[in-house]
């Protein structure tokens, strides 16, 4: 007899998502429990998502695992956590003419005009502007941070 | 060794080329893992259209 699926939340220790979710499988297949999936978003630090049919086989798990914490009250619908299964581009919210800080790399700190925007590979190309000559560098949409979305 | 992601499959593996499609095109720049432990019943693993229990990524570079 299946169940319907529910999704529970379990805290971890932050950085530890990915191995709290390995040791999770493993402790459900070894033990034969009833999980049947576990979710671990980047956006979403210091949590894991877990599809079971019952809170008492994740509560269950998760007592021998390290780094899993605890499990949170109350369960999700798979719709709450469906737009974590699609992750958008990095670059969605930057459009050309936006002021950004670069937050990595040897250009770290420094602020910048965006001048192009590439979704496919999640790159942009920007004008620093402590620059002397004005030189367009490509940077990866992940190490910016927008400080003025656009200049108007 | 660190994971690796098949670019087709979006499986997370750890050689060099994936055992389902044969393919040698690994990314190793991914995010966010799921692993699908019962893909008949599970929700998830409906929504991703996988039908064989594994490790996925949710994005490759």
């Known amino acids: 007899m299946s169940e319907d699926s529910q999704i529970f939340v379990i805290k971890t220790t932050a950085n530890q998502e990915r191995s709290v979710a390995t040791a999770l499988a493993r402790v459900s297949k070894k033990e034969k429990l009833d999980i049947r999936a576990i979710l671990a978003p980047d956006e979403l630090k210091g949590y894991v998502l877990v599809e079971a049919p019952k809170s008492g086989i994740v509560e269950l798990a998760i007592q021998t695992i390290p780094h899993a914490r605890a499990l949170v009250k109350g369960s999700s619908s798979i719709a709450e956590i469906e737009h974590f299964l699609k992750p958008k581009p990095t670059v969605t919210g930057i459009k050309e003419g936006a002021i950004i800080e670069v937050t990595s790399g040897p250009f770290k700190g420094e602020k910048a005009r965006v001048k192009r925007v590439d979704e496919g590979h999640e790159e942009i190309t920007v004008e620093l502007f402590d620059a002397v000559v004005p030189i367009p560098i490509t940077i990866r949409g992940d190490t910016v941070r927008i400080l003025k979305k656009d200049n108007e | ?61």
């Open chain 2, 1 to 61: 060794m660190a994971e690796k992601v098949c670019r087709h499959c979006m499986r997370v593996l750890e050689g060099q080329t994936c055992v389902i499609c044969g393919t040698s095109d690994l990314a190793e720049e991914w995010s966010g893992l799921v692993i699908i432990l019962d893909a008949e019943r599970s929700e998830i693993a409906k929504k991703l259209g996988v039908d064989i229990p594994d490790k996925f990524a949710l994005k490759v570079r």
